[in-house]
């Protein structure tokens, strides 16, 4: 366990690299549409997200499940356009339209965890005992999506308790501008996947 807080930081930096902001702009597209009222709902989200990206990672890093990364790289920012329509189309929310979204966490995360563990696999190169190195990593991803979830949902507080903004215009500002810069990246990743 020597090297956990190494593992750890390269996880936490990774899900908060603005160079690769898919990430960054998931977890805000999933979380976007709660307030800090919410916070049940949202651990439980990030739960589900958590739970599927976990296993992808682990079984791609221990050489169990190969796909494609380029294929990955074009579904990551899939998963955040069909995230983005989910929140836009959704009129309100109640306990049985939020077990779509549940799911829908867990599902898209399987494809992040396979995104993630592209990166992790770069770093531990041929190492045969990863068991620590990839529960370190793993738990630093998960301090930085922490972090980007309290962000959003401050940010929610924000603007719909102190500029008084409805909640309903707070969760289309943020979808619509998160959809277009994940639709865009689909589109271009969609060309390299193509060419």
């Known amino acids: 366990m020597t090297d956990f807080p190494l593992y750890f930081q390269l ?17 805000s597209a999933l979380c976007g549409i709660y307030t800090w009222r919410d916070w049940r709902s949202v651990l439980v989200l990030v739960t589900a997200f958590t739970i599927g990206h976990s296993i992808t ?6 050489n169990f499940l190969k796909i494609s990364s380029d294929w990955i790289e074009f579904l990551i920012p899939v998963t955040i356009v069909i ?21 829908m966490a867990m599902l898209f995360g399987f494809i992040h965890g396979l995104g993630f563990s592209n990166y992790l696999k770069s770093l531990l190169g041929r190492n045969s005992n990863i068991v620590a190195e990839l529960f370190s990593f ?56 193509l060419n």
């Open 83 to 103: 995230t983005c329509l989910t929140n836009i189309l959704q009129k309100r929310k109640s306990a049985n339209s939020m077990r779509v979204p549940y799911s």
């Open 138 to 193: 793993n738990l630093g991803l998960e301090g930085g999506q922490l972090i980007i979830v309290l962000v959003i949902l401050f940010l929610s507080f924000i603007f719909t308790q102190i500029l008084k903004a409805p909640q309903r215009e707070w969760n289309l500002f943020l979808s619509s501008a998160i959809f277009g810069v994940a639709f865009m990246m689909a589109l271009e990743r969609l060309a390299n996947l």
């Open 57 to 62: 990672l682990a079984l791609s890093v221990l």
């Open 11 to 27: 996880g936490w930096e990774h899900i908060l690299d603005w160079q690769g902001y898919d990430h960054i702009l998931f977890v």
